[in-house]
């Protein structure tokens, strides 16, 4: 079994149902960008049946980031698998990802099929999607609370048809991590095709779990996990990136497993996210949050300042969050956004730096503090002009 776990991103489809979390076009296109750099393995950029809209988002972002494999998401039906098809085909890496819930209480109250008809719209939905695209994600729809028997059976005939990837999402945070272990222990068991595929999990934190499950999940063997950027998304949000990603790097001698993220663009990843979304990170999120690395007890400080492995499991700069304590705001001057911009790396000439100084000082007028994802904003703005 591979020792990597890929990281699929949902924080343009599942991140932006988080209640006021909608983005435009150009947002998603700044977010998708980022995302690249921080090196996540697949972008599930929406569900381009939903509207004219998100099939417009995805479709130029499918033509336009180059990189990770380039995901929209759709229902079993025909007109929406083609829908999908047609927005994500310009991308080089695509992936279809079709779902349909198989729990008995979504079955009979919202989709109002038998299991047997279940089974049929696997067939022909996920057939359809292999016939189109040879990388196709099956997931079962609120899986924890299925029916373990049916759930195998839902996911022997999603194989079947040409499934590359198996998604388990608990749908509505409900599971427990120990019973997630065996859920996907036991479909191994009972699907021995399994093993060719990937196995996926997507968890929601309604109970807090999000994250303990995506482990749980992987210590059974899954090598896919699906989150958002600062745990956005649905109800009380997805399994949080950051953290997954964090988990895995600071017990990758315990766990022996790795991820291809480039580690210091979580924190640029984190701000901007909560730029375009306007959802705030609570000061004690792990890994993003203000006080994430700070210390105010006087034995930890005095522990921190004689050695900071006393009370840190990582450096703050491991995740792109730089020691340079000068706050930008409306007073600083062009040489205080000069070195900023030396430490993010960035070196422009007079005229840009006079465009950007023009640029960082009316948005200095609203805000206390500038940040540096301010910064990658207002660059990407009035420089990139992506
Ligand atoms: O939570 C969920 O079950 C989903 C699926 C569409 C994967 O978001
Ligand atoms: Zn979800």
Redesign the pocket.
């Given at each position: 079994m591979s020792n990597l776990v890929k990281i699929f991103d949902?924080t343009l489809?599942?991140g932006e149902q988080s209640p006021g979390a909608s983005m435009n076009l150009e947002e998603k296109m700044r977010l998708a960008h980022k995302l690249a750099q921080l090196g996540v393995d697949i972008i599930e950029v929406g569900f381009p049946a939903s509207s004219p809209g998100d099939f417009e988002s995805v479709n130029q972002i499918a033509q336009q980031v180059k990189g990770p494999v380039i995901c929209g998401?759709a229902r079993t039906g025909h007109a929406d698998i083609q829908t999908c098809w047609e927005a994500i085909k310009p991308a080089e890496k695509k992936r279809i990802?079709v779902?349909i819930a198989t729990s008995d209480i979504h079955l009979e109250h919202k989709l109002r099929i038998s299991r047997e008809q279940a089974l049929a719209e696997i067939t022909s939905g996920v057939g359809l999607a292999a016939s189109l695209c040879d990388d196709v994600e099956f997931?079962a729809?609120?899986?924890s609370r299925s029916d373990p028997d049916f759930l195998a059976q839902a996911v022997a005939t999603a194989l079947e048809a040409g499934a590359t990837t198996i998604?388990i999402?608990?749908?509505?945070g409900y599971a427990l991590p120990d019973e997630f272990t065996e859920r996907i222990k036991y479909l191994y068991k009972k699907v021995p095709q399994l093993k060719k595929a990937t196995v996926s999990v997507?968890c929601?934190d309604d109970l807090g779990l999000a994250v303990a499950n995506s482990l749980a999940g992987i210590k059974a063997g899954a090598r896919q996990v699906?989150g958002c950027i600062n745990g956005i998304g649905?109800r009380a949000g997805?399994a949080s990136i950051e953290e997954v990603v964090m988990m895995l790097a600071t017990r990758e001698k315990a766990l022996g497993l790795t991820t291809n993220i480039n580690r210091k663009e979580i924190y640029p990843a984190s701000r901007l996210v909560s730029m375009i979304t306007g959802v705030t990170v609570q000061p004690n999120k792990a890994i993003v949050g203000a006080n994430a690395f700070a210390h105010e007890s006087g034995i930890h400080v005095d522990g921190v300042l004689k050695n900071p492995l006393t009370y840190e499991i990582m450096t703050p700069e491991e995740v792109g969050i730089g020691q340079n304590n000068l706050v930008l705001g409306k007073h600083s001057g062009r040489a205080a956004l000069k070195a900023r911009l030396a430490d993010m790396g960035y070196e422009l000439d007079r005229d840009n730096v006079e465009k950007l100084f023009q640029a960082f000082k009316r948005l200095a007028d609203k805000k206390k503090e500038v940040f540096n994802e301010d910064l990658e904003a207002l660059i990407a703005d009035e420089i990139l002009r992506i």
């Open positions: 949902t489809r599942d998401l990802h779902f997931s729809e609120d899986a998604n999402p608990d749908t509505v997507h929601h699906e649905e997805n």
